[in-house]
């Protein structure tokens, strides 16, 4: 048997397992101890028993992280902390602290969902909080942690107020590129004309050009600095260089290293970029207008072109065909000057 001390103000669970004494410190609350306690008291009884133990959730998300960290970019893995953060504070506002995993209900996701829409967050954030959610119960659920996800039983927000993605005409365009610096003006050009997105570019290194097949090979890979570093979704694909991609890049210094670097060398920052890319368009009054407006943009005129969806959705590493059905409506007029070319 186990108990519970408390030195200042923190209060500590104190037993034996297989012979050797631990001492935990449990916090400031004389209740969280004595459940402590008894939560390790019933794990040791079961583990005598040969009875199986569950999954407490603290020792599951630790396990969850080291896995993500392993499989996702470093940004994706702080959205995914940041997820689960909001959602276990909400949690641990309720009456008792989570032990385990078979303690997360359906209910408890509904009400934090509810509890997140109060908070004032919009619809696709909540439903990126509740994704995350559903991807840490239903790894626990494949390793055998869970028997069911409850996240099984509840509905993502519909999102009705969808707006239309922000692209730039040719006439804007032009407008941005006559009062950028050449740097910037070659960066801005770039994106604009295969629809990479910023990592893509900021990441990309000459191996990855072939002048000759006139091609950007977007690929798993590992940096001349060594660090590992994948597109993502892990998509890979070609982009086709067309004359004014080809004009840029054929007359840039051709290194081992990445395409387009600060003046030092050093790898590009996305702020940096991204500020002076603002500023330009503030003192044009072009509004709404940031990096990833240019992936918008490529795509925009693809459509508009009479490029097929499908096709659109390959240039640019959408991994679901619906990420691309946001441009349909700009394809409106060319399917219908299509109709018009069928007499029967």
């Known amino acids: 048997m186990g108990v519970i001390r408390k030195r200042g103000k923190v209060w500590y669970i104190d037993y034996y397992l297989n012979g050797k004494r631990h001492v935990r410190a449990i916090g400031k609350s004389k209740r969280i101890a004595e459940l402590a306690l008894k939560d390790i008291e019933v794990r040791i009884?079961?583990?005598?028993?040969?009875?199986?133990?569950?999954?407490?959730?603290?020792?599951?998300?630790?396990?969850?992280?080291?896995?993500?960290?392993?499989?996702?970019?470093?940004?994706?893995?702080?959205?995914?902390?940041?997820?689960?953060?909001?959602?276990?504070?909400?949690?641990?506002r309720l009456a008792d602290p989570p032990f385990y995993l078979s303690d997360i209900t359906s209910q408890m996701i509904e009400d934090f969902k509810i509890e997140r829409l109060r908070q004032g967050r919009k619809k696709k954030t909540v439903n990126n909080d509740l994704a995350v959610v559903r991807r840490f119960l239903n790894l626990a659920v494949q390793r055998g942690h869970l028997h069911q996800n409850p996240m099984d039983k509840v509905e993502m927000l519909k999102l009705t107020d969808r707006r239309l993605p922000r692209f730039l005409t040719n006439e804007e365009l032009e407008r941005i590129y006559r009062e950028l610096g050449k740097e910037d003006r070659d960066i801005v050009r770039v994106l604009a004309n295969t629809g990479m997105r910023w990592g893509e570019l900021r990441h990309l290194e000459w191996r990855d050009v072939d002048l000759d097949q006139r091609v950007i090979r977007i690929r798993r890979k590992r940096l001349h600095t060594g660090k590992h570093w994948e597109p993502k979704a892990g998509t890979e694909r070609n982009i086709p260089i067309n004359d004014t991609v080809y004009s840029i890049l054929s007359k840039r210094k051709k290194t081992k290293g990445f395409v387009f670097t600060t003046r030092t060398g050093n790898i590009l920052h996305r702020d940096n970029v991204r500020?002076?890319?603002?500023?330009?368009?503030?003192?044009?009054?072009?509004?709404?207008?940031?990096?990833?407006?240019?992936?918008?943009?490529?795509?925009?005129?693809l459509v508009m072109s009479g490029v097929d969806l499908p096709t659109v959705a390959k240039l640019a590493g959408h991994r679901d065909i619906k990420t691309t059905m946001i441009y349909s409506h700009l394809a409106k007029d060319h399917i219908k000057k299509a109709m018009e070319r069928i007499s029967l």
Do not use: M
């Open 45 to 92: 009884a079961k583990k005598k028993a040969g009875l199986p133990i569950e999954h407490r959730i603290s020792d599951w998300r630790e396990q969850f992280i080291a896995y993500i960290e392993a499989q996702l970019r470093p940004r994706t893995v702080e959205r995914y902390k940041e997820s689960l953060a909001w959602f276990f504070q909400f949690r641990e």
């Open 275 to 301: 500020i002076r890319l603002q500023r330009v368009c503030e003192r044009l009054g072009i509004e709404n207008v940031n990096l990833h407006t240019l992936r918008h943009t490529f795509c925009s005129h």
